[in-house]
């Protein structure tokens, strides 16, 4: 599946949980369902390394909910990329790729690298 039929069908399904439960999608409220969910990608990531107290999920599930809570806060920002008409590949592309060549360059290797 390519960004865009991504970004549709998840722009789909939090227009239809707008809908559903009478929520009004402003940018702010945007913003902040965003918040929520890195917070929640944050309790996930504490508790899948033991960083909080003990919920009593064993690997699998932590592994599961930490994956979860990462598509939540990805899919909220395509949803607000759509919604402010951001094409995320053409920012990525701008802010990131710009960089590539010059680490290729220097003869950085990912997979040699230590950090």
Not at 21 to 30: C, F, K, P, Q
Not at 81 to 94: C, K, P, S, Y
Request: with cysteine; hydrophobic share 30%.
């Amino acid at each position: 599946m390519d960004l865009g039929e991504l970004t549709r069908r998840v722009e789909y399904i939090s227009a239809g949980y707008a809908d559903l439960h009478d929520v009004a999608r402003t940018d702010e409220w945007l913003l902040l369902k965003l918040t929520e969910e890195v917070g929640e990608l944050v309790q996930a990531h504490l508790n899948s390394s033991g960083q909080s107290r003990d919920r009593g999920l064993d690997n699998d599930s932590q592994r599961r909910a930490t994956e979860d809570e990462l598509a939540d806060v990805v899919s909220m920002c395509l949803v607000y990329a759509h919604r402010q008409g951001i094409d995320v590949e053409q920012a990525i592309e701008r802010k990131w790729f710009r960089h590539e060549q010059h680490h290729r360059d220097r003869g950085f290797d990912p997979e040699t690298s230590e950090r």
